[in-house]
């Protein structure tokens, strides 16, 4: 069964940081990788997806990177600002050939001015 | 057209009652998905619906949950016999074919079991 584990689970940072959010998956038979954000008691936003044949992929100051054989994935946002504070979840499909994702717990991320 | 769209937002009921959650996702997606997730908790899967079929019901926690989806459209979550462990908030995906591509979430309906 596959486990996604989210390191930090909290985060708390001063304005214009350079960060780095850790997610780890047991099985690495996976088709992709997706990093999602979640505002208080809003849904999940998409902001990036790696196939499994890529290494990373960018959107504006977001950077994912995906290692395949050591079941790792890392979310890097450059200059953080107080609007990127949400919970950022990374989601992996099930191995097996289940398309279900497995979610992580998610990292709780404080931008302060 | 607009993005994927959940309703009731709220819902509070007593318990026992019995409860239908709709959710509307973006036009042509063929794969539709519902999680749960509680206060505290990550998200868990409940089902997964590839047009009008679902194939993985594997999540559905009780045979007091059930879904359908009609027209590969519109679908419906329905809870009945309430408990106050159901409290959460339901989330609704859906993406263009399935696994391999973006999912994309609705807002949620917050479901209160007094």
């Known amino acids: 069964k596959q486990e996604v584990t989210q390191i930090p689970a909290a985060l708390s940072v001063p304005e214009g940081e350079n960060l780095v959010l ?7 038979a996976i088709y992709n990788l997706q990093w999602f954000r979640q505002d208080p008691g809003k849904g999940l936003t998409s902001l990036l997806l790696i196939q499994s044949s890529q290494r990373e992929q960018t959107s504006g100051r977001l950077n994912a ?8 994935s890392t ?5 953080s600002q107080p609007g990127d504070s949400a919970t950022y979840l990374c989601a992996v499909p099930a191995s097996g050939g289940s398309y279900i994702p497995t979610f992580g717990r998610g990292t709780s991320l404080i931008v302060h001015p | 057209g607009a993005g994927v769209s959940q309703s009731p937002s709220n819902k509070v009921t007593e318990k026992g009652k019995d409860v239908e959650l709709r959710c ?5 997606h063929t794969a539709l998905y519902w999680y749960r997730q509680s206060l505290g908790q ?8 590839q047009g009008n079929s679902a194939p993985d019901k594997s999540g559905l926690p009780s045979d007091r949950f059930s879904a359908e ?5 519109v679908s419906t979550l ?4 309430t408990q106050q462990e159901d409290s959460a908030v339901y989330l609704c995906a859906s993406s263009k074919t399935g696994g391999r591509d973006t999912q994309y979430f609705g807002p949620g309906t917050r479901l209160t079991v007094l």
């Open chain 1, 22 to 28: 850790n997610c780890s998956f047991t099985d690495s």
């Open chain 1, 65 to 72: 990177s995906l290692d395949k054989s050591s079941g790792r």
């Open chain 1, 75 to 79: 979310l890097y946002i450059a200059a």
């Open chain 2, 24 to 28: 509307d996702p973006i036009s042509g």
């Open chain 2, 42 to 49: 990550g998200l868990e899967f409940l089902i997964y619906f």
């Open chain 2, 69 to 73: 989806r009609t027209g590969g459209s």
């Open chain 2, 78 to 81: 329905t809870i009945q016999r």
